[in-house]
């Protein structure tokens, strides 16, 4: 087959139609993306909301991800030990649990990038305070404006410089769940809300939904060809609620945005997203109409990728698959060409696959890893070669 443009490749890998080879969707915090971007030469590394995605289309990406959702700003945004940001949520934000770092730690932390080893470990943003926590704030929350120029040029601009070439994702997750339990609510709050105070989790739920429909009415609008949605529902060896539960407050609002996106573009491909092990409602993500799955974290029941493509691999496109639990960050460079090719060889025959690792690409990887899963990438991902053949 002559090889495909990127855009024709990535929509064909979702349609299930034949392709040249396996298309890639790369993701990175920055520290990783700095780290990376330096070899290239490459200057231009920012994320979130301020992505540019120069490095990610140099490394091969078929698709660019633009992030709009409660998570585009706080987890990329530079926070100062002690410091609170609020977003346009109401939602406060500041350091995990971690200590962080002085100035003069940044310093020598920033000079461990420009080694071939592991970066120290991150201390990561996270919620530290919550707008709703009873009816009365919830009867007073002024939900953000879905029609933020802010949020939605840039997807334009995306939009004129690339879609010729490349697919165009925009991610609104989290979506419902995990925007309810970790940034609205709070993650104790919200599951001892559910059995005590339903009407609450309703309602904070509604408000979600109505402004992630119109906010990805307008992406759609704007030009993107994918809306990215979903929640972090998986754990490491089961749901973090059970499925019924998750069929009683996430299923019904996701069918009314995936109904809204696809009456304003019949044609808009959707990808649910979820980390950790979300098997149990796999069935009801393929029932929905969702083209692409989460990134498959190899956890729990998504661990036996093989069964996973049996059974669901016709009927929704799979992506990820590659552990950044283990393999990529503490793995030996030939445990990571093994952990790539396997991937390959259980969910790449007959199509239908994206190769992604299964979460960001962090900061503590050491750069021979990420070069030797970017070279095996390339060595075992061509239809019509082994192990594709």
Known sequence: MKELIPRERFIRTLRHEPVDRVSVLYRMKHE????????????????????????????????????????????????????TWYNHFGVGYGKSGLEGRTHEEELEFKKTQEFWGPAKVVPENF???????????LK???????????????????????KKDYFIIVDLSSTLIEAAYAHIVGTQNFFLMTADEPELIEGVLDGLTEYYTALGINAIKEGADMIRMGDDVGAQQSMMLSPKMWRKLAKPRLKHMFDSFRKENPDIFIKFHSCGDYSP??????????????????????????????QFGKDIALCGGFDVQNTLPRGQVEDVRRGVLECFQTLAPGGGYIFSPSHYI????????????????????????????
């Open 140 to 162: 007073a929350m002024k939900w953000p404006n879905p029609d933020d120029r802010r949020l939605l040029d840039p997807i334009k601009a995306l939009c004129d410089k690339y």
């Open 32 to 83: 990783a993306k700095e780290k990376i971007a330096r070899i290239y030469g490459i200057e231009k590394t920012g994320t979130g909301l301020g992505h540019d995605p120069s490095l990610e289309l140099r490394l091969g990406n078929d698709a660019i991800i633009y992030q709009i959702g409660i998570n585009a700003e706080f987890s990329h945004r530079p926070i100062a030990i002690g410091e």
């Open 281 to 310: 409602i796999l069935p009801d993500i393929v029932e929905l109409g969702a083209n692409l799955s989460g990134l498959m974290q190899p956890t729990g029941g998504l661990k036996d990728k093989a069964n996973i493509k049996a």
């Open 362 to 389: 962090m900061a503590d990887v050491p750069i021979q890893n990420i070069f030797a899963m970017f070279e095996a990438q390339k060595d075992f991902g061509t239809y019509g070669k082994w192990p594709l053949v």
């Open 127 to 137: 919620p530290k305070s919550h707008p709703i926590k009873s009816h009365e704030e």
